[in-house]
Antibody
Framework: QVQLQESGPGLVKPSGTLSLTCAVS?????????WSWVRQTPGKGLEWIGE???????NYNPSLKSRVTISVDRSKDQFSLNLTSVTAADTAVYYC??????????WGQGTLVTVSS | QPVLTQPPSVSGAPGQRVTISCTGS?????????VHWYQQLPGTAPKLLIY???NRPSGVPDRFSGSKSGISASLAITGLQAEDEADYYC????????????FGEGTKLTVL
């Protein structure tokens, strides 16, 4: 059974950097899958942030591209998200997910990150 | 302006059939990209419900089905049950956004 688990600070100060890690179990991050980050603002819908392949290749949402970096640690079966210059608008539940082709078939439980001083 | 447009809400009585539409454009659904559907129960992560327009992952009841035509796609739920009350999201690719994955705004299904 594939499982994903997000971890990281639940509170980030405005203008700071949001950093989250997703630990993958039940699958190797080095398989033929892309690994994504998705966020959901309170009471709102889903927004795809970006994705990474085990080789390190990435794709990002153009609206966030200037502030986002996604990286992978194959030795730990983990991938990470860094989002810089955060504002209150970045307060959201952040999910990591595995790609099944173009769909996202396994999701983490999500972690709430609040941007506040 | 959402890339994929869904009705904010739909409702139906137990046992009835409901459909949820997802309308895109020539740069996403109309360009031939597949549509996928997710179910999000309150307080939980989204769950893949339909992939590749009309395929169900293992464990998803055949009461759920998907279709696609032109620039639109639909999710149909037959034999509505109380446990189907959830938010439903469609998702596709959009080539005008550098191949970004895009989601619909979501539809709240209420079982009356």
């Amino acid at each position: 059974q594939v499982q994903l688990q997000e971890s990281g600070p639940g509170l980030v100060k405005p203008s700071g950097t949001l950093s989250l890690t997703c630990a993958v179990s039940g699958d190797s991050i080095s398989t033929s899958n892309w690994w994504s980050w998705v966020r959901q603002t309170p009471g709102k819908g889903l927004e795809w942030i970006g994705e990474i392949f085990h080789s390190g290749s990435t794709n990002y949402n153009p609206s966030l591209k200037s502030r986002v970096t996604i990286s992978v640690d194959r030795s730990k079966d983990q991938f990470s998200l860094n989002l810089t210059s955060v504002t209150a608008a970045d307060t959201a539940v952040y999910y990591c997910a595995r790609s099944l082709g173009a769909a996202l078939d396994y999701w983490g439980q999500g972690t709430l990150v609040t941007v506040s001083s | 302006q959402p890339v994929l447009t869904q009705p904010p809400s739909v409702s139906g009585a137990p046992g009835q059939r409901v459909t949820i539409s997802c309308t895109g454009s020539s740069s996403n659904i109309g360009a031939g990209y597949d549509v996928h559907w997710y179910q999000q129960l309150p307080g939980t992560a989204p769950k893949l419900l339909i992939y590749g327009n009309n395929n169900r992952p293992s464990g998803v009841p055949d009461r759920f089905s998907g279709s696609k035509s032109g620039i639109s796609a639909s999710l149909a739920i037959t034999g509505l049950q109380a446990e189907d009350e959830a938010d439903y999201y469609c998702q596709s690719y959009d080539r005008s956004l550098s191949g970004s994955r895009v989601f619909g705004e979501g539809t709240k299904l209420t079982v009356l």
